[in-house]
Nanobody, 117 residues
Framework: QVHLVESGGGVVQSGGSLRLSCEAFGFIFSDRVMSWYRQAPGKERELVASISSRGGTTNYADSVKDRFTISRDNAKKTVYLQMNSLKPEDTAVYYC??????????WGQGTQVTVSS
């Protein structure tokens, strides 16, 4: 059965850090681009970061550059998002997404990140 399972969310004070994980099941992880998105209350879902299938290329939203790092371990079928210097405006539900041209798109169920000021 195909699914993505996120973990690592929680409540953290402003300036703190969290590491999100997203483990993949039921498909070939190593040939997929993986991305993290987030959705804050009342806002549209937005792209946070993405990483190519072998990890050689990464992209970040301007709002998280130099604070967040996306990485992946294809042997563990897991993608990570290291989040440092967190701000209250980073509060959102974070989702991982698996995608590749010509293949189905998969989303995880989301994990809540709350940053208190």
């Amino acid at each position: 059965q195909v699914h993505l399972v996120e973990s690592g969310g929680g409540v953290v004070q402003s300036g703190g850090s969290l590491r999100l994980s997203c483990e993949a099941f039921g498909f070939i992880f190593s040939d997929r681009v993986m991305s993290w998105y987030r959705q804050a209350p009342g806002k549209e879902r937005e792209l946070v970061a993405s990483i190519s299938s072998r990890g050689g290329t990464t992209n970040y939203a301007d709002s998280v550059k130099d604070r967040f790092t996306i990485s992946r371990d294809n042997a563990k079928k897991t993608v990570y998002l290291q989040m440092n210097s967190l701000k209250p405006e980073d509060t959102a539900v974070y989702y991982c997404k698996s995608h590749q041209i010509g293949r189905p798109v998969y989303w995880g169920q989301g994990t809540q990140v709350t940053v208190s000021s």
